[in-house]
């Protein structure tokens, strides 16, 4: 099973930017589609993007598109989430998750539940 460290995380003004990292474990990287997901205290943990695994598919939450980017370097066994414009309702806890879709599904899920394995989460706080 993969294994995900995220990084990156901060305290940033709103309107700021950060790149949060996700390095994963092992040499089977590309046989897994990756997400972003987020949770704020008091707030179920929500989706905020995926990326297939070959990087070509990605797909973003309506409150991030356009502001977030997520990325992916095979080579580097690393997704990242470039998140700017923040605003303080971004505020949460940052989760990577990863998903064995093996070596022919280029596809990634919004559902939570079908990712086997997560990080242990990054901070972002953002001050208005």
């Known amino acids: 099973q993969v294994q995900l460290v995220e990084s990156g995380g901060g305290l940033v003004q709103a309107g700021g930017s950060l790149r949060l990292s996700c390095a994963a474990s092992g040499r089977t990287f590309s046989i897994y589609a990756m997400g972003w997901f987020r949770q704020a205290p008091g707030k179920e943990r929500g989706f905020v993007a995926c990326?297939?695994?070959?990087?070509?598919?990605?797909y973003y939450a309506d409150s991030v598109r356009g502001r977030f980017t997520i990325s992916r370097d095979n080579a580097k066994n690393t997704v990242y989430l470039q998140v700017n414009s923040l605003k303080p309702e971004d505020a949460a806890v940052y989760y990577c998750a990863a998903r064995n879709v093996g070596p022919t599904d280029d596809s990634c899920t919004f559902r939570p539940n079908e990712y086997a394995a997560w990080g242990q989460g990054t901070q972002v706080t953002v001050s208005s």
């Open positions: 990326i297939s695994r070959s990087g070509g598919r990605t």
